[in-house]
T-cell receptor, first 112, second 111 residues
Framework: NAGVTQTPKFRVLKTGQSMTLLCAQD?????MYWYRQDPGMGLRLIHY???????AKGEVPDGYNVSRLKKQNFLLGLESAAPSQTSVYFC???????????FGPGTRLTVT | GENVEQHPSTLSVQEGDSAVIKCTYS??????FPWYKQELGKRPQLIID?????GEKKDQRIAVTLNKTAKHFSLHITETQPEDSAVYFC??????????FGKGTRLSVIA
């Protein structure tokens, strides 16, 4: 099993460009999450999904959109990137809400 | 909503000593408290968790204690080793809302 995978691993964007980050899990988990990690700020939840076809806002959702068309995939979109979105993005999945979250390897995004 | 505060932000200990990291939470409905370890450049991984129906849980050199009355929980690492050096995150959830993480503690174990 690959667990949780993320694509791409690194990306550099110019201000105003758009991109999509892909998260995939092969553990048949219901819940999926997108976090951003900035120095000294811990892990902040951007959006999450409690099942195929569902999405919900987390703590810092502005400037991001998500979709979960298939149970195994959770996409994070940036429509118009800003330097403030420079961060490391982690995807995670879990069986249900009070279960272990399995994290992907992360995507390092730089917006210039 | 839930607010989780974690202290200290950095901690240095001599190899073989114990390390303690403390977290407080605000939502009395929270009933799940995991701890994640993140090594440099790696993804966070669960090391131990505790649910509100127990006050303490141990796994070899790692233990977590929970005081629901005071709304705080702690991670205890005994006989620290260099490979324990990492950032540790606490988190809390009631199940109705997603996990909320603390800001992390950078633990350095000095050989």
């Amino acid at each position: 099993n690959a667990g949780v995978t993320q694509t791409p691993k690194f990306r550099v964007l110019k201000t105003g460009q758009s991109m999509t980050l892909l998260c995939a899990q092969d553990m048949n988990h219901e819940y999926m999450y997108w976090y951003r990690q900035d120095p000294g700020m811990g892990l902040r939840l951007i959006h999450y999904s409690v099942g195929e076809g569902t999405t919900a806002k987390g703590e810092v959702p502005d400037g991001y959109n998500v979709s979960r068309l298939k149970k195994q995939n959770f996409l994070l979109g940036l429509e118009s990137a800003a330097p403030s979105q420079t961060s490391v993005y982690f995807c995670a999945s879990s069986y249900f809400s009070l279960y272990e979250q399995y994290f992907g390897p992360g995507t390092r995004l730089t917006v210039t | 909503g839930e607010n989780v505060e974690q202290h200290p932000s950095t901690l240095s200990v001599q190899e073989g000593d114990s390390a303690v990291i403390k977290c407080t939470y605000s939502d009395s409905a929270s009933n799940y408290f995991p701890w994640y370890k993140q090594e440099l450049g790696k993804r966070p991984q669960l090391i131990i968790d505790i649910r509100s129906n127990v006050g303490e849980k141990k796994d070899q050199r790692i233990a977590v204690t929970l005081n629901k009355t005071a709304k705080h929980f702690s991670l205890h690492i005994t006989e620290t080793q260099p490979e324990d050096s990492a950032v540790y995150f606490c988190a809390a959830s009631s199940g109705n809302t997603p996990l909320v993480f603390g800001k992390g503690t950078r633990l350095s174990v000095i050989a």
